[in-house]
């Protein structure tokens, strides 16, 4: 464990650091916990002060007692402070821009996805291009491209006093003309939409904006000097609702892109991170991600991406390691009612004897579940996620989690912290979900179990955020503050995962505008033919566009199921719903030609129309469930050259 100790000494319970093996002090008395009142806090609207930080300071103590049992000492990875233009040059690279860095990069290489950026997300790769580029310079090394190359744009120094009047024009004059357009659009969106409800409605249903850039609605807010009433919520029951509303095109969650528009993502949302934070005032911290040693073991102390290697030999398509699997149904049979679940702690020698146990054992199936003590359970699932060899949230974004605590708007908390999730890597990504909805289970038996959001918040912070491999360098009298915010950002992610695991709709529509891009620069190598294909399109596009059909007849394939098509109209009240449940009675009355009864879930001579989904493949996406509220004539606007599928729902079991 990194040397993270409780000092007795500290009247406040702190934490200190220091450069040694990790023996903890032990707690101080309760009555120093029980206010986790900080400084710097005391502007906030709405504090923790009522809660205990008991139950996090007693995780700390359980962590110490379990690394002095095995006499480990702290093996801190070394953080090279980095020099200028370090930072850009990484921050370039995992956006997808690292060919701006190369001395004779061309501009093509990176001209598609620019493109798609709004004003804020463009002005945050200025920015750090800027900074790369003053850096190099300074070194004498080899001439780089000036920013002015790409942009468009005069020096970093004359554009600070003209930056209020700087228009999109001036910051992408050498993109596309159409790319101006649209970037003149979203911001004139953004302008146009009332966002002082985001931070007024307290105690209301409030909505959560996903169809405009984040950084935008942000520099909206602040340039319409709206003030941001902090939100540090005093329990669960206080805990603000958010609305996520459905537009014409419905919304998307994880998992209804396909793999190949999801690898999109990430690079779009460190982006539109990025942007947020140079808007709001905060500093994006990441950390270099450091080689560490693993562990010769087969289940604890192995990468994700090894343990999910080896799981999909046994059941290809396995997307969370079937040891966490495994530990979280144990504790949803037989733990879930039990008081003080995670927050009890199980033997320490009986918890280190059953992981060896299970490292024996586990894939032989002879492993006894039923002969586990619940606690004991717990104990090996917070020791799991302790124990690997990087940290859940990862070593390079662990402190922007950690961060997100100072951002003083609910609101904008919960957008930064969408952005994380969508940046996760997948393997991470699932296996915090299984995580999180495990733990929303413990809340909801809180009359049984006596265990209330904030307490499984405070017990399973330190197990996410403190991790053996990386320091931690806590400034002086920032241990309590960083505590709360650490317990406060599991408690969002616990109660706001459904909102968390959603992909706004502006990321889906820059995924469309790359798709659109990269599929006319590639199609063809002949320029002339390029062009002239491109004029043919752009004149197709203007008569469908301009011609706003009314209504229009489709065909709807299900090719797995069925060898005939569906004709279906649309107008403008048609929508994904209605279209399965017209596949449904023609599919009982009309008697078509069934292909495979097997991939048809039947239910009284009737195929369950929740069974079914309808699927937008091809055009400018790979593949797309659709929101059975998504309006089919608005999509069909906007993706006209894609095929329309009919598959069955992959929850849903197969009935033979």
Not at 192 to 211: A, H, I, L, P, W
Not at 228 to 233: A, D, F, N, P, V
Not at 488 to 506: A, E, G, N
Request: glycine residues 4%; proline residues 4%.
């Amino acid at each position: 464990m990194p040397c993270i100790h409780v000092c007795r000494d500290n009247a406040c319970g702190s934490i200190c650091t220091r450069n040694c093996p990790c023996k903890m002090s032990q707690l101080p008395p309760k009555s120093s916990l029980a206010s986790p009142v900080s400084e710097g806090t005391n502007s906030r609207v709405e504090s923790l002060d009522n809660l205990s930080m008991d139950s996090f300071w007693l995780e700390v103590e359980n962590i110490k007692q379990s690394t002095e049992a095995e006499q480990e000492e702290c093996s801190l990875a070394d953080v090279k402070t980095q020099e200028e233009g370090e930072a850009e040059a990484e921050w370039l690279q995992d956006a997808g821009l690292s060919d701006l860095l190369g001395d004779r990069a061309s501009e093509n290489d990176n001209i598609v996805l620019l493109s798609t950026l709004t004003k804020t997300q463009a002005a945050a790769v200025q920015r750090r291009l800027d900074t790369y580029s003053r850096s190099r310079r300074r070194k004498n090394k080899h001439p780089v491209r000036d920013v002015r190359d790409i942009f468009g744009v005069v020096t970093s120094e004359e554009t600070a006093a003209e930056k209020e009047e700087s228009s999109p024009d001036q910051l992408w004059h050498n993109l596309r003309t159409s790319n101006v357009q649209n970037c003149k659009k979203e911001v004139f969106k953004a302008e146009t939409q009332d966002y002082s409800c985001t931070v007024r409605n307290r105690g209301k249903e409030e909505v959560f904006n996903m169809d405009v850039a984040y950084s935008e609605q942000a520099a909206v807010l602040l340039k319409g000097s709206f003030l941001s009433e902090s939100r540090r919520l005093k329990d669960g029951n206080a805990l603000t609702k958010f609305k996520i509303p459905k537009g014409r095109l419905g919304v998307t969650r994880i998992g209804d892109l396909s793999a190949q528009d999801m690898k999109k993502i990430p690079t779009l949302a460190l982006i539109e991170l990025t942007a947020l934070c140079d808007v709001l005032g905060f500093e994006l911290k990441r950390n270099k991600a450091a080689k560490l040693k693993t562990a010769e073991k087969r289940l604890f102390g192995v990468p994700l991406n090894t343990l999910l290697e080896n799981d999909q030999k046994l059941l290809p398509n396995t997307k969370v390691p079937l040891l966490l699997q495994a530990l979280l149904s144990c504790l949803e049979k037989r733990g879930l009612e039990t008081e003080g679940i995670l927050r009890v702690s199980g033997s320490q020698t009986r918890i280190k004897s059953l992981e060896q146990k299970l490292e024996r054992d586990f894939y032989t199936g002879l492993f006894r579940w039923d002969e586990v003590h619940q606690n004991d359970v717990s104990g090996l699932l917070k020791r799991f996620i302790r124990e690997l060899p990087a940290p859940l949230l990862t070593a390079e974004y662990l402190p922007a989690f950690a961060a997100v605590q100072n951002i003083p708007d609910l609101k904008q908390r919960l957008q930064a912290l969408n952005l994380l999730i969508l940046i996760l890597p997948e393997p991470n990504r699932n296996t915090l979900k299984a995580l999180l909805e495990f733990l929303s289970k413990v809340v909801a038996r809180e009359n049984n179990n006596k265990m209330n959001l904030w307490n499984v918040s405070t017990v399973m912070a330190p197990n996410l955020f403190m991790h053996k491999g990386l320091p931690n360098k806590i400034p002086e009298g920032k241990e309590k503050q960083l505590a709360e915010g650490a317990a406060d950002v599991v408690r969002m992610m616990i109660h706001y995962q459904d909102l968390l695991w959603t992909v706004s709709s502006f990321l889906v529509a820059q995924v469309r505008k790359l798709n659109e891009s990269n599929s006319k620069r590639y199609q063809f190598c002949d320029k002339r033919i390029k062009n002239l294909l491109r004029r043919i399109h752009a004149d197709k596009d203007k008569v469908e566009k301009n011609q706003t059909e009314p209504s229009k007849i489709v065909k709807v394939h299900a090719s797995l199921l069925l060898k005939d098509s569906l004709e279906v109209h649309l107008n403008n009240a048609t929508r994904v719903a209605d279209v399965l449940r017209q596949f449904q009675k023609n599919l009982c009355q009309n008697g078509w030609n069934i292909v495979n009864t097997v991939n048809l879930l039947k239910c009284n001579n009737s195929t369950e129309c929740t069974s079914l989904l309808l699927y937008e493949v091809g055009g400018n996406i790979g593949e797309h469930c659709l929101d059975p509220d998504t309006y089919l004539l608005d999509l069909y606007h906007i993706n006209p050259h894609a095929e329309w599928i009919i598959k069955q729902n992959p929850s849903y079991p197969r009935m033979f």
